[in-house]
């Protein structure tokens, strides 16, 4: 009875679009289950990013991820970017539209990252009722995720996993469950992650995701950088089993390798599913000495949990 | 009270907080800076709560510092020349004393930049005096701003890969004495740029890995255009860069011609060397039609 997903299908297992890997893919078009895209990256792109898009949209299943809708801030939405959204979206026939339970700015300012709600009855009610907005707005169900957080508000009187299950059923949308926010964030505040997933209705999620990260120590830096650690597998396999299983996807952001091993690395999760033993090659977690977290986690890749930059690199005629 | 006014009053609180965090995350002064915003709602340790090995402080700078580092790494991303030119010490100064006065407000990052070569006129050290005793790097590095800005546009801008723009056979079809009668449009995706400085070649010399130093100033003049989603940039004469300015997709080439000549701009090669021209930046893409 756990498959819904709000009548959206499982997909398989898929990888992020990213520009790096662009001409690989138009040259072998690899044997991808779907591709996953930043919705920001194209929505407003006319030139080589777009045209990519359509092509690779005619080939594969395509999920629009967003970074700037901006569902929990006090500003107005903005229905500009959601006209753009959904016009991108009936262009490339994207399976669902996604983002995450953040916001990211106000008074008409951006600050291009996923900053944290504070978690109450009343931050609950006003993003609900966005989300229902958004939703008559794109003509479909939104889907949400839960983002990597660095803080805790002290007015919080609701637990994260309790706050998005109330506004799943709440705003009947779908859930994006990122299992390494899930890993990132429980480090970060001290609560249980297996409490956390336990906590999600499984019928209400569509997809996950899966990344690396860096841990300075003191704390845990969502960074997209790296391979999925053992730990973060092994809460993979729980949520599965709770969902019987869900479109996945790797998300690799900085220090990106070739598109053969970001792929290989999301195959590991259809392998891991399928054998009781760790993924070959799983990464074990890597702590900076403590002395030296401050220092390193200043130097690392910045994008704390957002996602690359949105700039295209342009490319000279010879 | 009703839903809608709880809400609303939810609203009020949330949006309270939310203006306290953007000014403490986004403000040069770090999280201190949150202080300065209108009716904060306390003090940070009031607001969020400390973790097992971060104070509370601690764990606001991680955004406040995760902020600067974004767009400091999309500002290099843009300005890839202009970074070499300057350093990086210098450029992320720059780049965050923009960003200090231009914050960004739009969800793309492609206008993130939009005002910077203006804003590196305005801020020149020497903007108060006059321009004979200027200093002439400040001219260099705006002229590079401009430039990598406008490639960034014109790349992620309307080009003209699905529509039918002019052909070089098309134009070299064209009996000479009835170019005088074509009507030359520039594309939407074609900018002409004047320089003080070879900007374009010092941003070749970039992209070749090489370290190149600040040129000596040499007018020139570019036009920049894209052809099957890449970007073209090509130096043109002053009279070539002059007639495309003027061309506007609503007058002849006679008519241009003409209005050049009115303002004292003529091509001494006259209009039979103009349909190899009009050829050329055929080739080029950057007419839409002619």
Known sequence: MTPNRLGYPHLGFGVGLRSVHYEHILREWPAVDWFEIISENYMDSHGWPRHVLRRIAERYPVVMHGVSLSIGSSDPLDMRYLTSLKQLAEEIGAVWVSDHLCWTGVLGRTTHDLLPMPLTGETLRHVVERIRIVQDVLE?????????????????????????????????????????????SSVNHGFDPVAYIETIPPERIVQFHLAGHTHCGTHI???????????????????????????????????IPDFAAVHAEVLRARDWLESDSVPESAAEEVREPADAAAHACRGIDPFAGAHPPLVPVWSEDE | MSEDGETMV???ELGRLQRWMQAAVTDRAGITGGRSAGNPPGDVEEIVLPSASLTSGERLAIYARSYHARLLQCFATI?????????????????????????????????????????????????GLPADRRETWPDFIIDLARLELVLLHVFNGDGVENATPPLPRDIASVPLHLVGRLVPAPAASSRVLRFGYPVHEYLRACRRGEMPTHPAARECSVVISRRNYRVLINEISPWHCAFLHEADGGRTVEELLQSLAAQGVEDPRGVH??????????????????
């Open chain 2, 79 to 127: 300005f890839p020349s202009l970074l070499h030119a300057l350093g990086r010490e210098l450029f992320e100064a720059f780049a965050l004393d923009y960003l200090h006065h231009h914050p960004p407000h739009s969800h793309t990052l492609d206008h993130l930049a939009d005002a910077f070569p203006d804003h590196l006129a305005a801020t020149r050290p020497d903007a």
């Open chain 2, 273 to 290: 060397m103009l349909r190899d021209v009009l050829c050329e930046w055929a080739s080029w893409c950057v007419l839409a039609r002619v």
């Open chain 2, 10 to 12: 939810a609203a009020t």
């Open chain 1, 140 to 184: 479909r169900p939104l889907v949400l995720e839960n983002p990597s957080s660095y803080l805790q508000f002290a007015c919080d009187t609701l637990g994260e996993a309790e706050f998005i299950a109330a506004m799943a059923q709440e705003a009947d949308c779908g859930l994006l469950l990122d299992v390494n926010n899930v890993y990132v």
């Open chain 1, 221 to 255: 830096i969502d960074t997209h950088d790296g391979p999925v650690i053992n730990r973060v597998w092994e809460l993979y396999r729980f949520a599965c089993r709770r969902t019987e299983g869900v479109a996945t996807l790797l998300e690799w952001d900085a220090k």
